[in-house]
């Protein structure tokens, strides 16, 4: 990875995003690449930052591993069911984990802030810095898909986003717990992720309702705790094209964060992956860009079943009883039948 110094103006592909999707699509690609972001590499946590471990492992981040856990305790009704995962979840650092992630990369990096895209022959990136050109463009942008967003002003569906704060606290835990209390935050849920010494406390609403810091600092208070430093932000829940105005699109940008659970490390990884080996296919005339569009859009779109059924799931959800939620999460809680949900949802 090196930060960007010459004149240079002129990329095989430019990937605007330098978070999980960015990062994936890097690390697959080789030659003359830039990756934009707005933000220093690392430097803009939205996410609790919960993953699988073996796909922290995979692409060898391990180093920025904080805590690993196999249980899920889910909250409601005032009770607790624990799930327990037959493959472990863990926490990760977030900056470690994009800055070892990134120096794996070939990339070329610029700080800088997209503000439009234009279209003939090749894609002019106009940056607040300067202007780049590419012939290949992959927006990993997350929710806002800035680049798409340029030329097709209506791919962002602004009525469908969930938005969630989260801030880091001393105290110690060893689940990963998710608590429904429709009293408290009648269209979301809270959560505690463990990370060691400290946790990860947040508070999110799949409606997308932004005025979440009270109900954080009340979520603290029961532990007798006070809000840091606070990030978050929004993900959308709406898959939409994966290819729009000869623009490639990845990981929250194109909505690849699964409903219900706002999981979408492990999916920006996997998509981001798949695109970049894909696209350097492209730039080594082993495929054609029409063969690798079509490529890509069957793969990004492969699971829009799965993703339609988690959406109604989570439109349930939050339409259920909290007796008839603790009834349901008690059965599945069930060792054998949480085994078999768990390997269909990671095969998602
Ligand atoms: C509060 C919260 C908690 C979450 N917790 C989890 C979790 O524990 N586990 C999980 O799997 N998922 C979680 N998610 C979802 C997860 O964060 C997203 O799915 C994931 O971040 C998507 O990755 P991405 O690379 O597509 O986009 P992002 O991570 O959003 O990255 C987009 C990047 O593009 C850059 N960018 C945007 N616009 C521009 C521009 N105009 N110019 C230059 N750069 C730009 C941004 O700075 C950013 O670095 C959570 C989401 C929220 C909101």
């Known amino acids: 990875m090196y930060l960007y110094k010459g004149n240079l103006a002129e990329f095989d592909v430019i990937i605007i995003g330098a978070s999980f999707a960015g990062l994936s699509v890097a690390s697959k690609l080789k030659g003359n690449i ?3 972001d707005k933000c220093n590499i690392g430097d803009c946590q939205i996410s609790a930052c919960g993953a699988p471990v073996d796909v922290v492992k995979e692409i060898g981040c391990e180093d920025s591993v ?46 800088a802030n997209v503000v439009k895209v234009e279209k003939n022959d090749k894609f002019i990136i106009h940056t607040n810095d300067r202007e780049f050109n590419s012939k290949i463009l992959v927006d990993a942008s997350g929710w806002e898909a800035s680049a798409v967003k340029s030329l097709k002003t209506d791919y962002v569906h602004s009525d469908m986003l969930s938005f969630g704060i989260e ?11 998710f608590f429904y209390e429709p009293d408290f935050l009648k269209d979301g849920i809270s959560w505690i992720f463990p990370c060691a010494e400290f946790s990860r406390f ?61 999981e979408g490390i492990r999916r920006s990884i996997f998509y981001g992956m798949r695109l970049g080996a894909i696209i350097q296919r492209i730039l080594d005339n082993e495929i ?51 085994r078999i949900l768990e390997r269909k949802y990671r095969s998602i």
Do not use: W
């Open 66 to 111: 904080l805590q690993v856990s196999n249980i899920f305790s889910f909250h409601v009704n005032k009770k607790r069911v624990d799930f327990h995962l037959e493959r472990p979840y863990c926490t990760f650092d977030f900056k470690k984990f994009c800055q070892i992630f990134a120096s794996k990369t070939n990339a070329i990096f610029i700080k």
């Open 202 to 262: 947040g508070v999110a609403s799949y409606t997308g309702t932004r005025k979440l810091k009270e109900k954080l600092d009340s979520f603290l208070e029961r532990y007798s705790l006070r809000n840091g430093k606070i990030h978050g932000g929004s993900f959308c829940y709406c898959f939409k094209e994966p290819f729009v105005e000869d623009i490639f699109v990845v990981g929250c940008a194109q909505g690849q964060t699964l409903p219900l659970t706002g």
């Open 288 to 338: 054609s860009f029409e063969k690798g569009v079509n490529e890509y859009t069957r793969l990004a779109l492969n699971c829009s079943r799965e993703y339609n059924f988690l959406f109604k799931l989570q439109n349930r959800f939050l339409k259920m009883s909290e007796n008839k939620l603790e009834l349901l999460a008690r059965i599945l809680s069930n060792r054998l039948i949480f």
């Open 34 to 36: 830039l990756l934009i």
């Open 167 to 177: 801030t880091e606290a001393p105290y110690m835990a060893t689940a990963f717990h």
